[in-house]
């Protein structure tokens, strides 16, 4: 079963609008992490956000943010005023425990910002 | 500051032959270690990954492998490359949270 998901292929977005991109994850355990990167087209994956489970508050790196939604199992990115430069795939990733910290990755969203 | 390099960038080999990929960390001491492979338009897929030297887990059963001969070094091999082999190889660190990666490599097997 799919443990991350992100349902948006692609998107469109005109430049300085912000935008969200979704994932949802499935886990039964308590303790988790949620990753967000950002892999441009040179291939490098580069690390945007992360938020653990128990973290009270959602978490933010500059124009990134995450919407973290616990009951609904959603960790959504936000990015705001978009710029020419965020057009790239985004992937969302998941650590369970007990896992010697290997994530579990989505799919990805190929985001394209518009001028 | 730590930082990841990866080389070679690009590499095309023909089907049959070895291989052999290296990946170095710089600026941390003993980091965990993953080896991922990207299939064209695709997400990670977990090749590797190693805790320590010497000390090596493998995610899926094929016709790589990986070993960790000192502390920042990683290495991803073949004896003989297939077809399937072509990808786009990436190399990760971790010692806290977070993975960081390197530049990755290019693999075209013809």
């Known amino acids: 079963a799919q443990k991350i998901t992100q349902t948006q292929p692609g998107m469109f977005v005109q430049e300085k609008e912000a935008v969200t991109l979704d994932c949802t994850y499935d886990?039964?355990?308590?303790?988790?992490?949620l990753f967000w990167y950002k892999q441009p087209s040179s291939g490098e994956m580069i690390f945007l956000i992360y938020?653990?489970?128990?973290d009270q508050q959602n978490a933010t790196e500059g124009r990134y943010s995450l919407n973290f939604q616990k009951a609904r199992k959603s960790a959504n990115l936000v990015i705001s005023a978009s710029q020419l430069g965020d057009s790239a795939m985004y992937f969302c990733?998941?650590?369970?425990?007990?896992?010697?910290?290997?994530?579990?990755w989505g799919a990805g969203t190929k985001l394209i910002i518009k001028p | 500051s730590q930082t990841i390099h990866q080389w070679p960038a690009t590499l095309v080999q023909p089907v049959g032959s070895p291989l052999s990929l290296e990946c170095t960390v710089e600026g941390t001491s003993n980091p965990n270690l993953y080896w991922y492979r990207q299939a064209a338009g695709r997400g990670l897929q977990l090749l590797f990954y190693?805790?320590?030297?010497?000390?090596i887990s493998s995610e899926v059963p094929q016709n790589l492998s990986a070993s960790r001969p000192q502390d920042r070094q990683f290495i991803l091999s073949s004896k003989k490359l297939l077809l399937s082999d072509s990808g786009f190889y990436l190399c990760?660190?971790?010692?806290?949270?977070?993975?960081?990666f390197g530049p990755g490599t290019r693999l075209l097997v013809l």
């Open positions: 990760a660190w971790r010692v806290t949270e977070t993975q960081y």
């Open positions: 938020q653990g489970s128990y």
């Open positions: 886990t039964s355990d308590p303790s988790y992490g």
């Open positions: 990733a998941m650590r369970e425990p007990d896992s010697n910290y290997q994530l579990i």
């Open positions: 190693s805790v320590g030297i010497g000390q």
